[in-house]
């Protein structure tokens, strides 16, 4: 399969096999996240792989997913302008550029750039993935816990290995819905403009759950805006709190 093919055909593992992932194969896929594009060359990005059991199932805790605990390798994305910050400080450089959300942003750019990078190498050795949005349902106690310093932050998690299911793929909104030509595009009906897509979501998860659940997009899009996670809307205090500026 090549690697377009290999794409389309994406989805989320969240059940793997009790097989480790061998070091000749995990070096090579650090090697590709090591190639993925840098904002300004700067490579203001680092992995924390996490392999102590004790702080997986603290993580685990964290996103309250439990099936955390059972990927065989989880690695965390994170911001990390403190490896720059030093090399400046100890070259004798005392501004503070490093604090700027600029940077902040460009070492975020560059984690989902690895990241994503690191997914389609995973999966094109016959591996799946699985994302972890949901380390962030507690930013400081994952700083905590990797033991950050300031200036860098989490950004996202992702378990892999050898997959122990094959589930559909997802579909997803039609490329007209958010693929547009030198402007954006605004639809005066959006329910209307969704209603194929509802109906093909509603039949995907009513054969993916048979017949448990009946649900579309557009309901999930209004319980997604209803589910607010109180402590991710304190991200800017959290962000602050690594030493980076916040300026309005």
């Known amino acids: 399969m090549n690697t377009i093919e290999n794409?389309?055909?994406?989805?989320?593992?969240?059940?793997?096999?009790?097989?480790?992932?061998?070091?000749?194969?995990?070096?090579?896929?650090?090697?590709?996240?090591?190639?993925?594009?840098?904002s300004t060359g700067m490579q203001q990005a680092s992995i924390i792989r996490v392999t102590d059991p004790k702080i997986k199932h603290e993580i685990m805790k964290v996103s309250n997913q439990e099936y955390l605990e059972d990927v065989p390798e989880l690695l965390?994305?994170?911001?990390?302008?403190?490896?720059?910050?030093?090399?400046?400080?100890?070259?004798?450089?005392?501004?503070?550029?490093?604090?700027?959300?600029?940077?902040?942003?460009?070492?975020?750019?560059d984690s989902i750039i690895g990241a994503?990078?690191?997914?389609?190498?995973?999966?094109?050795?016959?591996?799946?993935?699985?994302?972890?949005?949901?380390?962030?349902?507690?930013?400081?106690?994952?700083?905590?816990?990797?033991?950050?310093?300031?200036?860098?932050?989490?950004?996202?998690?992702?378990?892999f290995g050898y997959p122990a299911e094959k589930p559909q793929v997802k579909p997803k909104m039609p490329i007209e819905l958010k693929v547009f030509e030198n402007e954006y595009k605004e639809y005066e009906n959006y329910l209307e403009a969704f209603k194929g897509y509802d109906e093909t979501m509603t039949t995907y998860y009513d054969t993916r759950d048979n017949g448990q659940r009946s649900d579309c997009f557009t309901d999930q899009v209004v319980k997604k805006f209803l589910s607010t996670n109180e402590i991710r809307r304190d991200v800017l205090k959290s962000i602050a709190k690594?030493?980076?500026?916040?300026?309005?």
């Open 242 to 248: 690594q030493g980076f500026e916040m300026r309005l």
């Open 76 to 109: 965390i994305f994170i911001v990390d302008l403190y490896r720059n910050y030093r090399i400046a400080e100890e070259k004798g450089y005392v501004e503070d550029a490093y604090k700027h959300m600029d940077k902040f942003f460009q070492g975020f750019t």
């Open 7 to 38: 794409q389309l055909e994406h989805r989320t593992i969240r059940k793997f096999e009790d097989r480790e992932v061998d070091n000749k194969t995990l070096n090579k896929l650090f090697d590709v996240y090591n190639h993925s594009a840098s």
């Open 116 to 159: 994503q990078n690191m997914v389609v190498a995973i999966e094109s050795l016959g591996m799946g993935a699985v994302y972890f949005g949901s380390i962030l349902n507690d930013y400081d106690r994952m700083v905590e816990l990797l033991k950050l310093p300031k200036y860098t932050f989490p950004v996202v998690g992702l378990g």
